[in-house]
């Protein structure tokens, strides 16, 4: 696995000013405390930075295979101590090397050198530590960042899995009462039976078309549902007339695909299958700038006024506009004055 720091150009810039900001510190503390010449300092503090900061790079690799959460601590600390021992020792020993190749007859420094071990020692520990509690924070970062990116996906997934077995559960519906309409038409009347057949197979075809996901033009779902609702007026005849008002203003809001059409077979399936008396549904459509009011309602035979709740239907498409607005008050239903009102707002797509 590639280091992070030299991954990133932004990494590389902070590595360098962190290991700047260390050299000057070194040859401040040099010059101040310690009374060594200005080249000698700057020598010092560049020598043993400039070395230790490449072998930081490699301290990276030790980390990266001691897994806090899959390794014993007593193993990770042994593991860490071996590597700290053999990364000051050679640290020491090279920056050694080169000073005193530099330097070779000021025997002052020399001796400056042989004295400062402890001291270097504590350092070298410090910038191991230091170095180490800053990759394993990279790696917490790394994880989280995947962790988040995993479980959104499986989210992603879930809700696309959930939003196709809705979308499904609401096809079956339809074809169910289509396929009924045709078979009491085959009969007794095959040539509206056949116009049935075209009608319907036009509704599977659009159908079809239209992902779980996808959002389509309210006029194409309104063009759609008058081709179901023209079924549907074969199967009922007079029982069923329907009206739908829909300014012009609306016809470009785009609203999820099949949404319509389900509302218009739930107020069917209630206000007009249930009964023998003739019904009536009515579709009106309102917008403004930041979404689009579909209001379906139906008249109610009296013995299906004190129904209570909504059909699986509705319960689908609310949840649909759950999944896909992350809002749950989008759909609402009532009885008013003898009809079932649903009401269904749809938020405009912000792209």
């Not at 593991?79 to 070779?104: E, G, M, Q, R, V």
Request: glycine share 4%.
């Amino acid at each position: 696995m590639q280091n992070p720091i030299l991954s990133k150009k932004l990494g590389i810039i902070v590595f360098s000013i962190w290991w700047t900001a260390m050299a000057l510190a070194q040859f401040a503390a040099l010059s101040i405390f310690y009374g060594l010449k200005t080249e000698i300092s700057a020598v010092d503090s560049l020598v043993y930075n400039i070395i230790f900061a490449a072998l930081s790079l490699g301290i990276w690799y030790w980390v990266r295979y001691s897994d806090l959460e899959k390794q014993k601590i007593f193993n990770i600390v042994l593991n860490h101590l071996s590597s700290a021992s053999l990364s000051i020792l050679i640290w020491i020993t090279i920056s050694d090397f080169i000073l005193k190749s530099i330097f070779p007859n000021d025997t002052s420094y020399i001796d400056f050198l042989n004295t400062s071990l402890p001291w270097r020692i504590a350092i070298g520990s410090f910038y191991y530590i230091l170095s180490g509690l800053i990759y394993y924070l990279i790696i917490y970062i790394q994880n989280f960042r995947e962790q988040t990116m995993r479980e959104s996906e499986i989210k992603t997934l879930v809700r696309d899995a959930e939003l196709n077995w809705l979308k499904h559960q609401i096809n079956p519906h339809f074809l169910f009462n289509s396929l009924n309409s045709i078979s009491s038409l085959t009969m007794s009347n095959p040539e509206k039976a056949q116009e049935m057949v075209i009608r319907l197979s036009d509704l599977l075809r659009y159908s079809l078309k239209q992902s779980s996901q996808s959002f389509v033009s309210i006029s194409d779902e309104i063009l759609n549902c008058v081709k179901y609702l023209e079924i549907e007026k074969v199967r009922f005849g007079k029982r069923l007339n329907y009206n739908i008002t829909a300014p012009d203003g609306v016809m470009n809001f785009q609203v999820p695909a099949m949404i319509l059409q389900p509302l218009f077979e739930n107020a069917i399936k209630h206000g007009i299958a249930s009964s023998s008396e003739q019904g009536e549904v009515k579709a009106v459509f309102e917008s403004n700038q930041n979404f689009l009011k579909i209001i379906i309602s139906n008249t109610m035979p009296e013995e299906s006024q004190n129904a209570k709740g909504m059909g699986v239907g509705l319960v689908n498409i609310s949840r649909r506009l759950s999944l896909l607005f992350a809002q749950n008050d989008l759909l609402k239903s009532n009885i008013v004055d003898s009809n079932y009102v649903v009401e269904v707002t749809i938020p405009k797509l912000n792209r």
